[in-house]
């Protein structure tokens, strides 16, 4: 364990959301050259393979898994997650869309207390209830301002809520490095067979696209595996508690990033939505980090971030 050492903690929770939102970034600005399941596959293989050559270190101990059957359905639950958002930020601002999927910490809520049967507080079921009035004052419905495209994040969030339920329960018998190579290979496992049924097509698409844009394909699954590892070297250094309230910033972050490929900047709805998705899932990340510990059964949205 790790000495406890909060301002790094958070610093790393920092570099995680920017990793994310460059990651999500490069996905929206690539999927006009190159097909979206082609960019899905290679986030997921370099994954696997960098985990892989990490894990080699330690020779075959550190691929041993004791849960195969976790490994491969969280692998799942989580490519799923990843599949609707590289295909909805096809669709949606950056900035919108992660706020958007920032909605996991009430589905967590949400399904602990009607699958699991726990408790869960006044407080909580209004911070459920003002995540979604954000997501509402965001989309819009009825507006056409993003139409059915809004579906993405949210059904996004709903996975990643599965996800955090099952990893909540198993993720403590494993090595968080471990199962981020699992993570990574079972993906790249279950897209291929997807791949290969068109893959002329795609052969034909990557070859026609410049080197730069293969080149930046590279990034995003470095984007994405860099800030997973973060992710994890931060709650070595300070409390989940501490740390969850900061994963928000990747709103920012996005918002930044976006703005600078894109110029797009949300409208002031947008901008007041966006807040109280912010507000309300910080507060139940934080609720849901500080219940755990006092409670080791209970759910506990560890990881808020999808890619």
């Known amino acids: 364990m790790s000495a406890q050492r909060p301002g790094l903690g958070i610093a790393l929770v920092l570099l995680t959301s920017a990793c994310f939102s460059v990651s999500d970034t490069l996905i929206k600005y690539l999927g006009a050259w190159l097909p979206v399941l082609f960019l899905l596959w290679a986030r997921y293989a370099i994954q696997a393979g960098t985990m892989a050559v990490w894990l080699a270190r330690r020779g075959r101990r550190g691929f041993?898994?004791?849960?195969?059957?976790?490994?491969?359905?969280?692998?799942?639950?989580?490519?799923?997650?990843?599949?609707?958002?590289?295909?909805?930020?096809?669709?949606?601002?950056?900035?919108?869309?992660?706020?958007?999927g920032m909605l996991t910490p009430v589905v967590v809520t949400m399904l602990a207390a009607w699958v699991l049967h726990e408790?869960?507080?006044?407080?909580?079921?209004?911070?459920?209830?003002?995540?979604?009035?954000?997501?509402?004052?965001?989309?819009?419905?009825?507006?056409?301002?993003?139409?059915?495209?809004?579906?993405?994040?949210?059904?996004?969030?709903?996975?990643?809520?599965?996800?955090?339920?099952?990893?909540?329960?198993?993720?403590?018998?494993?090595?968080?490095?471990?199962?981020?190579?699992?993570?990574?290979?079972?993906?790249?496992?279950?897209?291929?067979?997807?791949?290969?049924?068109?893959?002329?097509?795609?052969?034909?698409?990557?070859?026609?696209?410049?080197?730069?844009?293969?080149?930046?394909?590279?990034?995003?699954?470095?984007?994405a595996t860099a800030g997973h590892l973060f992710l994890i070297f931060a709650f070595g250094h300070a409390p989940m508690a501490t740390l969850m309230p900061f994963v928000y910033t990747q709103i920012a972050f996005a918002l930044a990033v976006s703005f600078v490929v894109f110029r797009h900047l949300p409208d002031a709805w947008a901008w007041f939505g966006m807040g109280g998705i912010a507000a309300c899932g910080a507060v139940s990340a934080w609720l849901n980090a500080t219940g755990s510990r006092q409670k080791p059964g209970s759910i506990v949205a560890a990881d808020t971030t999808y890619d």
């Open 64 to 100: 041993a898994t004791a849960h195969p059957g976790f490994q491969w359905v969280r692998g799942a639950l989580l490519l799923l997650t990843s599949g609707m958002s590289y295909f909805g930020l096809q669709l949606m601002p950056v900035a919108e869309f992660t706020a958007l």
């Open 119 to 223: 408790p869960v507080s006044r407080t909580r079921w209004a911070l459920v209830c003002g995540g979604f009035i954000g997501a509402l004052i965001v989309i819009r419905p009825g507006s056409g301002v993003f139409g059915w495209a809004a579906i993405f994040p949210l059904l996004m969030a709903l996975c990643y809520g599965a996800f955090q339920v099952l990893t909540s329960r198993l993720a403590s018998l494993e090595s968080p490095y471990t199962t981020h190579f699992y993570t990574g290979f079972s993906g790249t496992v279950l897209v291929t067979p997807l791949l290969l049924l068109h893959a002329g097509d795609y052969a034909a698409a990557v070859q026609s696209a410049p080197t730069g844009k293969l080149l930046l394909v590279v990034g995003i699954g470095a984007f």
